[in-house]
């Protein structure tokens, strides 16, 4: 059980090299920020004049930021399982 919980609370924000809370407020942010690009892309579909790229340029430049973080993970969890090989 107490395994179970570790699993599910701490080893990923410690994966990013973060606390839980730093966490959480990382993924709320972007959680918040996808939540009103949903909103523009609606606006959007309704109003097609505005908010032509808006939505296409915050999803890249998120894809970006998360990219960085992404690879820092699966590098963590590739140390820690001891089959560290930059290739995969």
């Known amino acids: ?3 179970t919980l570790k ?3 701490a080893d990923h924000p410690r994966e990013v090299k973060e606390s839980y809370f730093q966490h959480m407020a990382h993924s709320a942010a972007f959680g918040f920020k996808l ?3 949903s909103a523009t ?3 959007h579909a309704m109003v097609p004049g505005i908010h032509k790229t808006t939505v296409s340029d ?3 430049c998120m ?3 998360m990219g960085g973080r992404a690879e820092e ?3 963590c969890r590739m140390r820690e ?3 560290w090989d930059p290739g995969l």
Do not use: S, T, Y
């Open 1 to 3: 059980m107490i395994r």
């Open 7 to 9: 699993r599910l609370f």
């Open 35 to 37: 939540a009103r690009l």
């Open 41 to 43: 892309a609606f606006l």
């Open 58 to 60: 915050e999803i890249k």
């Open 63 to 65: 894809a970006r930021d």
């Open 73 to 75: 993970a699966r590098e």
């Open 81 to 83: 399982a001891g089959v």
